[in-house]
């Protein structure tokens, strides 16, 4: 179990609709992904759930490394949850913005849903398309040093941390 995308990489097969196992080939892990992203585009988080066979032989010699390979995983299902903004959080956005801060959302979350989020929470308008300017993708946020950030702190309305370990998100007045 993890977030969809980091999963469906490590799948090599998936369970189709009459539970049937089949080997996963690049049209449909293409159609998981879009899948993936769809629903990440409407303000779901999304979870894949994974498993691998192990024979008996195999378990008892990974015992000792207590580490699984994790690749030749088969996809079991894609959920998406829907976590609400909270309530107050798009009225408190909208007071920053009223005197004048530029509110910031750094996420863990990829940037479909990232987008989804911060127009619920009133940091995007709906009209408001992705471009380079308003979403920064997590390995190129982490990397800017602390001078390309302030640079581009009035360019940027999303912060795409998105390495999987970050699932929370916080509002920054830069």
Same mark, same amino acid.
């Given at each position: 179990m993890g977030a969809a995308e980091m999963i469906l990489a490590m799948c090599s097969s998936y369970y189709d609709a009459s539970g049937r196992m089949k080997d996963m080939d690049d049209g449909e892990r293409m +159609? $998981? !992904?879009? /899948?993936i992203q769809c629903m990440a585009a409407s303000n779901l988080r999304c979870i894949a759930f994974a498993h691998k066979? /192990?024979? #008996? !032989?195999e378990h008892e010699i990974r015992e000792t490394s207590q580490k699984l @390979? @994790? #690749?030749?995983l088969t996809l079991v299902? &894609? &959920?998406? /949850?829907?976590?609400p903004c909270r309530s107050g959080v798009r009225k408190a956005v909208e007071d920053c913005q009223y005197v004048g801060v530029n509110v910031k959302m750094i996420t863990g979350d990829n940037v479909f849903t990232a987008r989804a989020i911060a127009t619920e929470c009133g940091i995007l308008r709906p009209d408001q398309g992705i471009n380079n300017e308003a979403v920064v993708e997590g390995g190129v $946020?982490?990397?800017? +040093?602390p001078d390309e950030r302030m640079n581009q702190k009035n360019h940027q309305s999303i912060a795409g941390v998105g390495n999987g370990d970050i699932w929370f998100f916080q509002l920054l007045a830069l």
């Open positions: +159609t $998981f !992904e879009q /899948i066979h /192990i024979l #008996d !032989e @390979e @994790e #690749d030749s299902a &894609v &959920v998406g /949850i829907k976590d $946020f982490r990397n800017y +040093t």
